[in-house]
C-alpha cells in the first residue's frame, strides 16, 4: 500500500541554519505530495505541493522537489528562523483513488534555537 | 483557501459518556471529509472517510460503532465517541478537499479530547 516515511525527529538547528528534512514515498501511480506544518495545539497547515515528477513546490521561503527516480520529497530552508519551530508532515495523495485520501508520515518536530 | 471549522477545540468527559465533536465547511461544500486522531508521538491516523448522504468509510482497525460519523449535509460531518474510556484521549482532526487549491486539503484546528 502507499506509505511515508519521513527522518525522525526532534531536528535542532540554530537560527539562520540550513534546513532539510527527508521525505520518501511508497505508491502506486503518480501520487501528489504535500508538505504541512502543524504549530502547537492547532490544526495542519499547507505549506506546498507538487502534483508531478520534477514539480517544484515552493512557498517562496520552502521548497521541495518531487523526484520520481528517488521517491522523494525532501523539505528545504535556507535559513531558518525561530518561528518555524513547529512539527511538519509529509503527505502523498493517491490521485488515482476514489476518494483521494491523504497518507501522512509520522511528523518530524524542528526545534529552532535563537 | 477555504476555512474549516472544528469545534469543540478541546473538550473533557467522564469515562462511559459521548462526546460529539463537529467538522464544518465554511464557504463551500464538501461532499467528503476525513476524520484523523492523532497519536502522542505526532502521527496522524485516518479514521474514516465522510460521504455526504451515505455511511462512513472506515480504515481497518478502527471500530464503526466506538466512533460514529454522521455526514448529513454538505457543509456539516460530526465524529461521536461513544462510551469513551481514558484510552480515547487524543487529538481529532477533520479535513476536506479545498476547492480552491488544486489538489489541496485544508484542515480544522483540532479537538483535544480528555477522558478521565
Known amino acids: 500500500g502507499n506509505s511515508v516515511t519521513q527522518m525522525e525527529g526532534p531536528v535542532t538547528l540554530s537560527e539562520e541554519a540550513f534546513l532539510t528534512i527527508n521525505c520518501t514515498y511508497t505508491a502506486t501511480g503518480y501520487p501528489s505530495l ?54 511538519y508532515f509529509c503527505a502523498l495523495s493517491d490521485r488515482g483513488g476514489a476518494t483521494n485520501k491523504l497518507i501522512f508520515g509520522t511528523g518530524t518536530l524542528l526545534a529552532v534555537q535563537p | 483557501g477555504a476555512v474549516v471549522s472544528q469545534h469543540p477545540s478541546w473538550v473533557i468527559c467522564k469515562s462511559g459518556t459521548s462526546v460529539k465533536i463537529e467538522c464544518r465547511s465554511l464557504d463551500f461544500q464538501a461532499t467528503t471529509m476525513f476524520w484523523y486522531r492523532q497519536f502522542p508521538k505526532q502521527s496522524l491516523m485516518l479514521m474514516a472517510t465522510s460521504n455526504e448522504g451515505s455511511k462512513a468509510t472506515y480504515e481497518q482497525g478502527v471500530e464503526k460503532d466506538k466512533f460514529l460519523i454522521n455526514h448529513a449535509s454538505l457543509t456539516l460531518s460530526t465524529l461521536t465517541v461513544t462510551s469513551a474510556h481514558p484510552e480515547d484521549s487524543s487529538f481529532y482532526i477533520c479535513s476536506a478537499r479545498d476547492p480552491v487549491v488544486n489538489y489541496g486539503y485544508t484542515f480544522g484546528s483540532g479537538t483535544r479530547l480528555t477522558v478521565v
Open chain 1, 34 to 87: 504535500f508538505w504541512y506544518v502543524q504549530y502547537p495545539g492547532e490544526g495542519l497547515q499547507l505549506l506546498l505541493k507538487a502534483t508531478k515528477a520534477d514539480d517544484k513546490g515552493s512557498n517562496k521561503v520552502f521548497e521541495a522537489t518531487y523526484r520520481k527516480e528517488t521517491t522523494s520529497f525532501h523539505l528545504e530552508k535556507g535559513s531558518v528562523q525561530v518561528s518555524d519551530s513547529a512539527v
